[in-house]
């Protein structure tokens, strides 16, 4: 079954995190998962802790196989750690969960 990730980040580095998109596609179609929604937001109403978020997104995967696959692989984590912990301040889990098709 289908799964999904709904997250919010908060980029502090808008050309980095673009680099880190651009780089880490290629590896997350390779495992069948994409994008599903992607918002930028200028405000929080409301929040379960105090991490700022600027950008909302969901990630989808075949399963939650590949999605474990796809963030424990080698070349994703040498992107992440390349691009991505530069360019965002925090990361917020909203939901993870099984999706209906």
């Known amino acids: 079954m289908a799964y999904e ?3 919010g980040l908060q ?3 808008d050309v980095e995190y673009q680099k880190y998109r651009q780089h ?3 590896i997350l ?5 994409d994008f599903g929604f992607d ?3 200028s405000e929080v109403l ?3 802790d105090d991490s700022a978020i600027n950008r909302v997104f969901t990630i989808e995967f075949p399963d939650k196989v590949a999605m ?3 963030f424990n692989d080698s070349k994703y984590l ?3 750690n390349k691009y991505f912990l530069s360019s965002v301040q925090s990361v917020t889990t909203i939901s993870m969960h099984e999706k209906t098709l």
Do not use: L, N, T
């Not at 179609?29 to 998962?33: A, Q, V």
């Open 68 to 70: 474990e696959k796809f």
């Open 29 to 33: 179609h390779s495992y069948g998962g």
């Open 39 to 41: 918002f930028r937001v």
């Open 24 to 26: 880490m596609i290629p």
């Open 46 to 48: 409301k929040s379960k």
């Open 11 to 13: 980029i502090s580095d």
């Open 78 to 80: 040498a992107v992440k």
């Open 5 to 7: 990730r709904i997250m």
